[in-house]
């Protein structure tokens, strides 16, 4: 394993766990590798979930492996900062050693890499991003873009994507780490969310660089719309959920019709969408009272971000 090394100069003493968030266990190695690459490397390294398989390769590779992120939490506690990063990215060498250098230069308590794609590296994927009411994510980017520096600048955003991202661990620990049981996108504004709702500070790093595979096309749909939902209840007040939930279900209605027009069938997954959320509300309702307990900020943070209209009906047409 790479060997831990000194903070970045300027900042303070800092050790970084590292917890790989595995799946099926194929694209273990690689990232692995990636994350023993880097120049300021981490105490440790551990390898979560992916059962049997991840196992295994975590132990073929002398890494660590553990069930979830509440057992890496809390093996961890010599640890200041957890660095999340999924199974398949590829952490440029410097990436950690970035993340780290700002977080603590801006005292933010999340921190995300630019991501560009593993099989087209010039091809931008994610530089943090804005939402709407609705939480669906919007990058900004005009179509596919390629990366010429035009986003190389730190700055506050309403979430970072899930591929590589740098926490606070005392604020992992509070929050509970990411809701494994939402779709990658909504999983990582939903995180965001409840972090900025407890007053952390949330940015993106574009001198930290990861690869990763464009999954645009392979997402759940319907898993990301009720993933939404869920974030939605966690986080919102109960004035600003009164409106946003049943607006939500119309958008998502009209959204369902438009797309017929348009040869593209998305009805049932909007149904999908709405009865996973049902089913989940029990335990969504317990999450909010978590979330929402010692929250230092309202919803008005969480409108900083935001930009108007509903993003799914944009992108429809």
């Not at 179509?143 to 035009?150: A, L, M, R, T, V």
């Not at 049932?268 to 989940?280: E, I, Q, S």
Request: proline share 5%.
């Amino acid at each position: 394993m790479a060997s831990f090394m000194s903070s970045p100069e300027g900042v303070p003493p800092t050790s970084v766990a590292a917890a790989i968030l595995a799946r099926r266990g194929i694209d273990l190695p690689a990232t692995i590798e990636a994350v023993r690459a880097q120049v300021y490397g981490p105490q440790r390294l551990i390898v979560v979930g992916g059962e049997s398989d991840a196992r295994r390769i975590a132990q073929e590779h002398d890494a660590e492996w553990s069930a979830n992120i509440a057992s890496v939490v809390d093996v961890s506690r010599d640890a200041t900062h957890l660095w999340l990063i999924r199974e398949g990215v590829v952490p440029l060498p410097d990436a950690l050693g970035a993340l780290v250098h700002e977080a603590m230069r801006l005292d933010a308590s999340v921190a995300g890499s630019k991501v560009r794609d593993l099989d087209e590296p010039e091809r931008l994927l994610s530089v943090g991003f804005a939402t709407d009411v609705f939480d669906s994510p919007y990058t900004g980017f005009d179509g596919e873009e390629h990366d010429q520096g035009q986003y190389d600048v730190v700055r506050d955003v309403a979430a970072v994507g899930g591929q590589s991202v740098l926490l606070r661990l005392d604020l992992a620990r509070g929050l509970g780490g990411p809701d494994r049981s939402m779709a990658p996108y909504a999983a990582a504004v939903d995180f965001c969310q409840r972090a900025r709702l407890r007053g952390a500070r949330v940015i993106v790093v574009p001198s930290s660089e990861v690869l990763a595979r464009d999954e645009s096309g392979r997402l759940d749909r319907w898993r990301e719309q009720g993933g939404r939902l869920r974030a939605m209840t966690k986080v919102y007040g109960p004035t600003t959920l009164v409106w946003s939930l049943p607006m939500a279900l119309l958008s998502g209605m009209l959204e369902s019709v438009l797309s017929l027009l348009l040869g593209r069938w998305r009805f049932f997954d909007w149904l999908r969408a709405w009865a996973w959320y049902l089913v989940k509300l029990p335990s969504t309702i317990g999450d909010r009272r978590a979330a929402r307990r010692g929250r230092a900020v309202g919803d008005a943070e969480l409108f900083r971000y935001q930009v108007g209209g509903s993003i799914a009906l944009k992108n429809l047409v």
